[in-house]
């Protein structure tokens, strides 16, 4: 199992790492660092901590796997993400087939770190249009054919 911060403010992202000290984990950032494109995802089950605002993105990433998300709002101490792990209200995804690693890299670089396609594609090493089909095989892949990468980006309650 391994935990997965995904939050855009570092002052929490570090202060979730002070407090899940002793447990295997990592930030988004590291996890989808354009020069870990060719590894292989570490394990097949996440616990994800993120931020409301990168709700849909996780869910879009993370679709086809298994995976347990708990917003950063709702956590308050070590014990609330224990009683989640605990409770197991994992989610699989309704898609057969998960994104590649590239996929994954390509969607969090547009939408996390707004990257735009041709900068993403000059730090990957490969031409824009690779970059737009890993984007568009990404969506349709998640169920998300026809909807614009926007989608990801805002909540559920806009």
Known sequence: ?????????????YGLMRMLNGYRLTTGRELFDAGKRRLPLPEDSYVILCDRNLERLTYCM?????FLFIPVSSVRCLTDIR????????LF???????????????????FHEYGC???????GISMKTVCAH???A???????GVSVKYLCSTADR
């Open 1 to 13: 199992m391994q935990i997965i911060i995904m939050t855009r403010d570092r002052y929490l992202e």
């Open 118 to 124: 041709t900068f993403l594609a000059d730090q990957l």
């Open 93 to 111: 995804g309704h898609t057969a087939r998960p994104l590649t690693r590239t996929e994954m890299v390509v969607v969090f670089g547009v939408i």
């Open 62 to 66: 993370f679709c086809g796997r298994r």
């Open 83 to 90: 009683q989640a792990i605990r409770r197991g209200a994992w």
């Open 135 to 137: 984007l568009y095989n």
């Open 139 to 145: 969506m349709e892949k998640s169920g998300l054919r």
